[in-house]
Each structure stands twice: as C-alpha cells, then as structure tokens.
C-alpha cells in the first residue's frame, strides 16, 4: 500500500530558511505516505526516519516488524524521499508533525481497536516526540531511537562525515540511493530546527502519560548515549544502549535484535489483540 495524503492541507509557517533559488513552500505539495499492511495485525506501529533518509531504507525493519504481527505505516518528511520539497529542508517541526499526525490518523481508521505505537529515528524521534501530545486518542507508546534531543553535541560540530552505521546492507542502500543528496547543505538549518523545540519536546515528554522507551547506539556521537541516559531520567522513560551500534541503530548490524527488543516492548505496554498478554503500562517498565 502506498498512497499520497492528498487530503492534507499544507500550512506555511516557516522555521527554517530556504536555500536560494529554492523557491517558496507554497508550492509544495503534500508528502509520500506509504505502508507494510498485514492482515490481522496485533499493532500498528507509524515508522518516522531520519534526516537524510526515506522509506525505503526501512524496508528491512517493516519486514522485521511484520514477522512479528505488527502492521507499519510511515511516510517521507518533505524535502526526503518521495515526498516534494528542496532536499533536505522542511517548513517546520510543527509541519512535520502535523504530517505524521495525519498518518497516524489514517493508520487508526484502517485498524479500528488496534493499538498504534510510534517508532522514530533521530530527526523523526523529535517529530515522533511531539506526538506524545495532542492526538485525540494517546499512543499506545513511543519508540524514539538515536534522537538528538538537545542538537547537535558540542563534540560532534567539527566532526565532518561521523559513522553513523557498520551494516554493510544499509551502507550499501545509503550508498546507491537514488534520493540522496548531500546533506551538509541543509544541515544547519535541521539544527537550528532541533534545538528551538528542546525545551518544548521536555516539556511534552515530562508531562506525558504515554510510555516511552529510548534506544541509542553505544558508539552514537550525534545522539550520545549519556544524553539519552539523562533523559531517561527526566522523561521517565526506559533507555536500551546498544553494544557496537552506532546513530543509525536501526539500520545497524544489531538491526534484528533491536527490532526483537522493540516488539517486546510493545508487547509489555500491552495491545488489544485476544492472544497478547498486558503486562504493564506504567512509564520506564
């Protein structure tokens, strides 16, 4: 399945700077939604990636997420992917959210009485973040891997081209893809983005009744693994360091584990689904 939200209305508000020659976000259209459907899923869960990423790159862990009953929605943030807009800008936070939001949404209305859960990776955690407020129906959980939550780490300014994955079948998609572009472009503007909604994804976390888990990679320089303890604590949340991982901890070589860790997750904070067990639904279990 895979389909364009074309019943979604763009708004303009406007957080980061387009590049020249870009053109205005008024020409924008609206993003690429796409999904891995199953029959009878146990959960659904709303994959949101990364910056620089798209879909496509997460075939492997759908596939991984299905196996395990669980259906997948997600889409590609504008300016990534399939999805319209100068690469690797985007109007706002606030536009992604609303954008996710509407997946969300229609991931619902196509499994009424299943539980949906988000899953998001580095830029798409901080959009996956805000989710935690301000739905009509809460989440079931929240997912946030390698997530920067305080921007870019003073250690990793001058740092050029980090490693970010050792899975030679990622590197090799992230290699060829046929959607890359050359991120350092954008990339001041994606920072600046982050760090104005720190203290507001805080805010949002720390008050919300939605359960969390954090996973980071232990060699992750751009979403360090003390920052993601320290937020834990804040947020109440239940924090997983990955041993030999590094930022893209979902495409990494612990891809398979980390999907078993987070359907296990799901499982603890309980579905709807006759078969499956509740076991607790309190923050940090």
């Not at 050359?182 to 507001?200: F, G, K, M, Q």
């Not at 584990?257 to 923050?283: E, H, K, M, P």
């Amino acid at each position: 399945m895979a389909e364009s939200l074309a019943d979604h209305e763009m708004t303009q508000d406007l957080d980061s700077k387009l590049p020249p020659g870009a053109g205005s976000w008024e020409q924008f259209e609206t993003p690429y939604a796409c999904g891995w459907t199953i029959e009878n899923p146990v959960a659904v869960v709303v994959l949101l990636h990364g910056f620089g990423e798209h879909m496509g790159l997460y075939q492997r862990l759908a596939e991984g997420f299905n196996a395990g009953g669980v259906e997948v929605w997600g889409l590609d943030h504008i300016g990534h992917g399939r999805s319209p807009g100068t690469r690797g800008f985007f109007p706002s936070i606030g536009q992604l959210v609303r954008n996710a939001a509407h997946v969300v949404d229609r991931a619902r209305e196509a499994n009424p009485g299943v539980s949906t859960f988000v899953v998001g990776h580095s830029l798409g955690g901080i959009v996956a973040a805000h989710l935690a407020a301000g739905l009509s129906l809460p989440l079931a959980g929240l997912v946030l891997s390698g997530t920067p939550f305080e921007g870019l780490p003073p250690e990793a300014v001058y740092l050029t081209d980090p490693e970010i994955s050792r899975d030679k079948f990622y590197l090799d998609a992230l290699a060829s893809d046929q959607f890359g572009f050359d991120r350092s472009v954008a990339e001041p503007a994606l920072w600046r983005s982050i760090s104005r909604v720190t203290s507001d994804v805080k805010s949002i976390l720390s008050e919300s009744d939605v359960p969390i888990l954090l996973i980071n990679g232990e060699h992750d320089v751009l979403a360090p693994p003390a920052i993601a303890r320290r937020w834990a604590e804040i947020i109440g949340a239940r924090s997983i360091i990955v041993p030999n991982c590094y930022h893209d901890v979902l495409n990494d070589v612990a891809h398979a584990d980390v999907v078993a860790s987070i359907l296990t997750q799901i499982r603890q904070w309980g579905t709807v689904r006759a078969g499956l067990q509740t076991i607790s639904t309190r923050r940090g279990d």
